[in-house]
Nanobody, 127 residues
Framework: VQLQASGGGLVQAGGSLRLSCAAS????????MGWFRQAPGKEREFVAA????????DYADSVKGRFIVSRDNAKNTVYLQMNSLKPEDTAVYSC?????????????????????WGQGTLVTVSS
């Protein structure tokens, strides 16, 4: 599956952005989808993820209550709605697909557990 992230840009603190991740090559419903981010000089970190059917979501503590992950399997697209943005949210955001089915574990957080990655989209939040 090929993934293409878009929607990044420059926004003031307190503002909002919506990222999109479009998939091609295979139906998106086969994968758990995750969003990760990497700030300059830092490791790539988990942001949010959503189960195959969309019924289960998971968020990093740093974004919980501000970000919302969703998916439209009919459109083969995953979204990350980012609200109340802070300067510390500045990073390159990437979407990723996890193809492994683990019984009893609808979502995984480790980046090494994701099989396919899209190119990142830069989000810059000014203070």
């Amino acid at each position: 599956v090929q993934l293409q992230a878009s929607g990044g840009g420059l926004v003031q603190a307190g503002g909002s952005l919506r990222l999109s991740c479009a998939a091609s090559g295979r139906t998106l419903s086969s994968y758990v989808m995750g969003w990760f981010r990497q700030a300059p000089g830092k490791e790539r970190e988990f942001v949010a993820a959503i189960s195959r059917g969309g019924g289960v979501t998971d968020y990093a503590d740093s974004v919980k209550g501000r970000f919302i992950v969703s998916r439209d399997n009919a459109k083969n697209t995953v979204y990350l709605q980012m609200n109340s943005l802070k300067p510390e949210d500045t990073a390159v955001y990437s979407c990723a697909a996890d193809r492994t089915i683990v019984v009893g574990v609808p979502i995984r957080r480790k980046k090494d557990e994701y099989d396919y990655w899209g190119q990142g989209t830069l989000v810059t939040v000014s203070s």
